[in-house]
């Protein structure tokens, strides 16, 4: 992809919130005694670690008018984020979660207002046309205005040249069903987005394990080109339309510290090196390492993450 003359170079839509990760390690929510602030969001953690890696990142979201809202302004300025499309709402508090700090997938609790309120009037074509990637998430897409808006200037960013992609963390705990889901992602998956999935999404979605097959044939057959599938400790796993499926392994981690935000980490690398017109096998690679780093810190990413940029 040529991305040359474009003034963003990925443009991040979706859910931007706090983050109270526990403190005590390897328990679930209800044993958890204390908790650390940090910025979170699947989107928004795209867009910082993309900024530390000397990418031109913007953010589309909204937060409340309160000190959340202002500690996410504060963070989102500190490591080069462009935040002119974030938006303070009056009527509604900023998002917060609760999040287990575990070494695989966490429990956590939701407590969503602020984060859902985007609206069509902070995405103008103008913008989309100077963008290189639209990127969102299963989550931004889960609930109204954010949904409509979401879907209806991902097809506006298509005619306009945009590549597409989303993160697939579906979770039943934050759509009203199963069925709208599926349908939201089939809307999404039709104008061939990068596709990230995780084997815990796909259990989630469709209820059961379904084969790696399986799962890669249900998005090449709505229309989705490359599908990327996480699998943990086990590494990951890409499948090209109509190619060979590369299969890589994760990086040996001798102490897993956070295991969130590493999801956000390994695509944050995927898109880096698939911007820089890498090969896809490279693109995994960098994203590899990422999620490795990320394993290794609790919270966000540390600052010298600019090292990756030297691997390409």
């Not at 859902?116 to 990127?135: A, G, P, R, W």
């Not at 999404?188 to 084969?211: A, G």
């Amino acid at each position: 992809m040529k991305n040359k003359i474009k003034d963003i170079d990925i443009l991040c839509i979706g859910e931007v919130l706090i983050d109270f990760i526990g403190h005590q390690a390897g328990v679930q929510i209800n044993n958890t005694r204390d908790y650390h602030r940090y910025l979170g969001g699947s989107p928004t953690n795209v867009a910082m670690n993309s900024a530390r890696l000397g990418l031109k990142s913007v953010l589309v979201a909204t937060v409340g008018s309160d000190g959340f809202g202002e500690y996410i302004f504060e963070r989102l300025n500190e490591v080069g984020v462009k935040t002119d499309f974030v938006k303070q709402v009056e009527n509604e508090p900023t998002s917060v979660i609760f999040v287990s700090r575990t070494d695989s997938t966490p429990d956590f609790i939701p407590y969503r207002r602020a984060d859902f309120c985007i609206t069509e009037d902070q995405i103008s074509e103008k913008t989309l046309s100077t963008t290189s990637i639209y990127h969102t998430t299963c989550f931004a897409l889960s609930k109204k205005p954010a949904q409509t808006t979401i879907i209806k200037k991902a097809g506006d960013a298509y005619r306009l040249g945009c590549k597409l992609s989303i993160d697939i963390n579906y979770s039943k705990k934050i759509w009203d069903s199963q069925e709208e889901a599926l349908s939201v992602i089939k809307a999404y998956c039709q104008l061939n987005p990068l596709v990230k999935v995780s084997e815990d999404d796909m259990l989630r979605l469709f209820e059961k394990e379904l084969p790696h097959k399986d799962i890669f044939e249900f998005f090449h057959s709505q229309g989705v080109d490359i599908v990327c599938l996480t699998l943990g400790s086990k590494g990951v796993k890409l499948s090209q339309k109509d190619e060979e499926v590369i299969q890589l392994p994760a990086i040996p981690i001798d102490l897993v510290q956070d295991a969130t935000g590493a999801g956000d980490a390994f695509w944050s690398g995927f898109l880096f090196a698939y911007i820089k017109e890498r090969p896809i096998e490279k693109c995994l690679e960098v994203a590899l390492q990422l999620a490795a780093l990320k394993l290794q810190n609790v919270g966000r990413l540390p600052d010298n993450i600019n090292i990756l940029s030297e691997l390409l």
